[in-house]
């Protein structure tokens, strides 16, 4: 038996022991030690307490542990999917290529559980799961890099984006740690939460609410200006139409007179008070594309919609709005893109002259720099424009 074998004996249960700097029973198919890392191709813990160590790393496959007590203050990395019918518990790292299937009991402790497979993965959990690091850094290309919830999700510290969609289904992904660096979001091609994402909120500064569609990542940003009411926001992008009701309103020097039709964002509060926010929303993919002037309107979950805070120039298709003072309800507001044109303080007025005199008429209108204009008369039934040429001028 070489120096490396001498590491490894079988037990009476048919198991293969490791002494080498890791206390761990297994069932596996193929198995060797090098240095402090612990490699197979399948890993089953039967009814084994198995601790892996601060500092050692174990490469597998699928892990299944179906009985038992696995305690990771090391490193585990599987090609497969995370199997848990058992307890699972400790400090350390899960990286993840598979699917987290948990239908016993996993204890978060301070562990980082990292997906990053090239491939749709998936979170399934009975009743439930919490993390306290998760990490999403999918790598598969467009529409096989999501992490598909099939449950509830909860993360007590840290929620990293670098790659790769979160898709929650008619579940919540909840990031409860309130702090504004609790999200810590690194991704460079528009990975985002499509459906519904939930943030604790405690302090000023700004909250990131990475959301978007299957199209589009259309992220929306609350800046909490003065210390709120601590809670939580509940927040989706939705891909719909609300109309326009309520519209036009005016907003010197523009008004508001249609609503974009490509989708809005709901924000519900949960025990979340501020009235004094800052908020814009990315309208990537709306058409037509977002301009300066466009506005950032507000509605109730039911209503009409209006306009709170003040006006700033969009930036790119991202629009702003800032010092709305209304809040967020706990039945829910929606926040959408408004289209915006001159507006008009001062129409036409009918005029009567006699034959043969002249008729002045005039408008006073605000908007955007440079205005244009196009005067028309009626004639018979339809409308044609007028120029500079015979019985008109100052057209």
């Not at 174990?58 to 299944?64: D, M, P």
């Not at 999917?81 to 402790?109: E, K, L, S």
């Not at 249609?258 to 008070?273: C, E, M, P, V």
Request: net charge negative; charged share 10%; with cysteine.
């Amino acid at each position: 038996m070489n120096n490396r074998n001498k590491h490894i004996k079988q037990t009476d249960h048919g198991m293969i022991r490791s002494f080498k700097k890791i206390a761990i029973v297994l069932f596996c198919c193929l198995l060797f030690v090098q240095s402090n890392t612990l490699i197979a191709q399948v890993l089953n813990n039967n009814d084994a307490a198995i601790s892996v160590s601060n500092g050692t790393v174990i490469q597998g496959g699928t892990l299944e542990n179906t009985a038992g007590l696995i305690t990771n203050n090391g490193t585990i990395g599987l090609s497969g999917h995370y199997i848990n019918t058992a307890t699972t518990g400790g400090n350390g790292i899960y990286n993840i290529a598979g699917n987290w299937i948990n239908t016993n009991v996993f204890n978060p402790g301070t562990s980082t559980v990292n997906f990053m497979g090239n491939n749709n993965q998936s979170i399934t959990s009975t009743g439930g799961e919490i993390f306290n690091n998760l990490t999403i850094s999918n790598s598969g290309t467009s529409a096989t890099n999501r992490i598909n919830l099939s449950n509830n999700v909860n993360v007590s510290g840290t929620l990293s984006i670098s790659q790769g969609n979160v898709v929650t289904g008619v579940y919540t992904l909840y990031l409860t740690n309130q702090t504004p660096a609790s999200l810590n979001y690194t991704s460079l091609s528009g990975s985002r939460i499509i459906g519904l994402f939930e943030r604790g909120v405690n302090g000023t500064g700004n909250y990131l609410f990475p959301l978007g569609s299957n199209s589009n990542y259309n992220p929306l940003n609350l800046t909490i200006n003065t210390t709120p009411t601590a809670g939580s926001v509940l927040s989706e992008f939705i891909v719909a139409d609300l109309g326009s009701s309520g519209l036009p309103l005016p907003d010197p020097p523009v008004e508001v007179y249609q609503a974009f039709n490509d989708g809005y964002w709901s924000l519900i509060a949960n025990g979340f008070s501020s009235n004094d926010f800052n908020i814009n929303m990315d309208g990537a993919g709306f058409t037509p594309v977002v301009q300066n002037i466009t506005r950032v309107i507000k509605r109730p979950s039911v209503g009409d919609w209006l306009l709170d805070g003040t006006h700033s120039d969009a930036i790119d298709t991202v629009a702003y709005r800032n010092n709305l003072t209304g809040g967020i309800s706990a039945t829910g507001n929606h926040f959408g893109l408004g289209m915006a044109r001159p507006l008009v303080w001062d129409h036409p007025a009918d005029t009567a002259v006699c034959d043969g005199t002249n008729a002045f008429f005039k408008v006073v209108a605000t908007g955007l720099d440079p205005l244009s204009y196009q005067w028309q008369e009626k004639r018979g039934a339809g409308w044609n424009n007028i120029y500079d040429a015979g019985i008109y001028s100052g057209t």
